[in-house]
């Protein structure tokens, strides 16, 4: 092999060594590139489960029919969407870009498990919300899941554009920060609110509406509230005047009675009045959780029920040693059925919808009870005497006096 002059040095690979090629071979450099015992190793098994799986391969690995293995090159804009998705928490905005697109570049990040690790779940979403708001969940749906809630709090604090949001039997109490949220401006466009069986009392009406009713911000769309289940008061009642739009309300199983004094506060204060039978939004049974970000709740709670429940009941080892569990465990059974059953049996619906002056349902939904209107309005309205309208009076003023009380105000600087 000839090697001119003005070449450089030329090296041949040979039975595995590399050899110094030149026209003298006496002036072949005695040195090698590696030395005689160098060996390396594939280490892609050994790999860590994390670093693996933020590798993605740009190849796409098929058979055909005759049983080869074959690959084809992935297109620019799924390789892109990947790279996208795999730095979703790293975006600005997401505003002005195609929904289309977006549904793909969402369904992608889901995947990678971004809305559900922590350190990256809360800025995700932010991201899509702002831009899509209701596209990415406009129902949410979170009866009896407290654990949920107190969990992902600052996730389900991303979630803009809700309409319909149910919080039944979460225990909330009156001094939750879900309320502060549930009274901001993300949620201006809720129109069905669920807060049933939270343990909610007049101080907790009182802090959850003290936005609305001072700096006159936060659910001015509401038209279905749910209060049932909760130890409200009359005193409780006064401060849902706030709500302009409200269309249905119910205070089943509430220490409140119905009587003639109720009835006519809310149809003079609120325009409400009380139905005979129970109204079918407050049987829960079209509240369900629907947008881009369905699945993403339902992994939400699958990694809730993961995490190991503590024992709340120390006697309970004491009542195995002396061998009396089973008797206490199947008396509490029987407690607790039998107390579950006389509570739904003493649970009345109270049930109110809105009427107009005219005497007919504000909305096409209730036509049913548009003779049950007419009634009240024709026959009822001539025989409120005097003392029910200074029974009602009482009620009025103190809504008045309280607006701007003092305790509104240590709430509002709570804020």
Excluded at 357 to 376: I, K, R
């Amino acid at each position: 092999m000839y090697v001119s002059e003005d070449c450089g040095a030329v090296y041949v690979r040979e039975k595995g060594e590399l050899r110094y090629v030149s026209a003298d071979r006496n002036d072949a450099p005695q040195h090698r590139l590696f030395t005689r015992d160098f060996s390396f190793q594939l280490c892609i098994d050994t790999l860590p489960s994390a670093s693996h799986t933020k590798r993605r391969d740009h190849f796409i690995f098929t058979y055909n029919k005759e049983g080869s293995l074959r690959y084809t090159v992935k297109s620019l804009f799924d390789i892109s969407l990947q790279f996208i998705a795999d730095h979703i928490e790293h975006v600005d905005s997401l505003v002005g870009f195609p929904e289309q697109m977006a549904d793909k570049l969402f369904s992608a990040a889901e995947e990678r498990h971004k809305f559900t690790e922590p350190h990256t779940a809360p800025r995700a979403l932010q991201v899509f919300c702002e831009a899509y708001g209701e596209l990415v969940l406009r129902s949410l749906c979170l009866r009896n899941r407290y654990l949920l809630i107190s969990e992902r709090l600052e996730e389900i604090r991303q979630f803009q554009g809700l309409e319909c949001l149910d919080l039944y039997g979460c225990r909330l109490g009156d001094n939750h920060e879900i309320f502060k949220y549930i009274t901001s401006e993300a949620l201006a466009r809720l129109v069905k609110l669920f807060i049933d069986a939270n343990c909610l009392s007049d101080a907790g009406l009182q802090r959850l509406t003290a936005p609305v009713r001072v700096m006159k911000k936060g659910l001015e769309n509401l038209q279905v509230l749910g209060l049932s289940e909760n130890p409200i008061t009359e005193k409780g009642l006064g401060y849902l005047t706030c709500f302009k739009t409200l269309q249905k309300l119910d205070i089943s199983g509430t220490n409140v009675m119905v009587n003639m004094s109720l009835k006519g506060f809310f149809r003079k204060k609120m325009r409400l009045v009380l139905s005979e039978t129970s109204l079918k939004e407050f049987g829960h049974c079209d509240c369900k959780t629907e947008g881009w970000a369905e699945q993403v709740i339902n992994q939400w709670e699958i990694t809730a029920s993961e995490v190991p429940k503590k024992d709340y009941k120390p006697r309970t080892n004491a009542l195995r040693f002396y061998g009396r569990e089973k008797f206490v465990q199947e008396t509490l059974n029987s407690l607790s059925g039998t107390s579950d059953a006389t509570k739904e049996d003493k649970v009345m619906p109270i049930h109110f919808y809105r009427v107009d002056l005219c005497g007919t349902t504000s909305t096409a939904e209730h036509n049913t009870h548009s003779s049950t209107v007419a009634a009240v309005q024709k026959g009822k309205k001539r025989r409120l005497s005097t003392k029910e309208e200074q029974s009602s009076a009482p009620l009025s003023k103190r809504q008045s006096l309280s607006t701007l009380s003092a305790e509104d105000l240590d709430l509002l600087n709570s804020y």
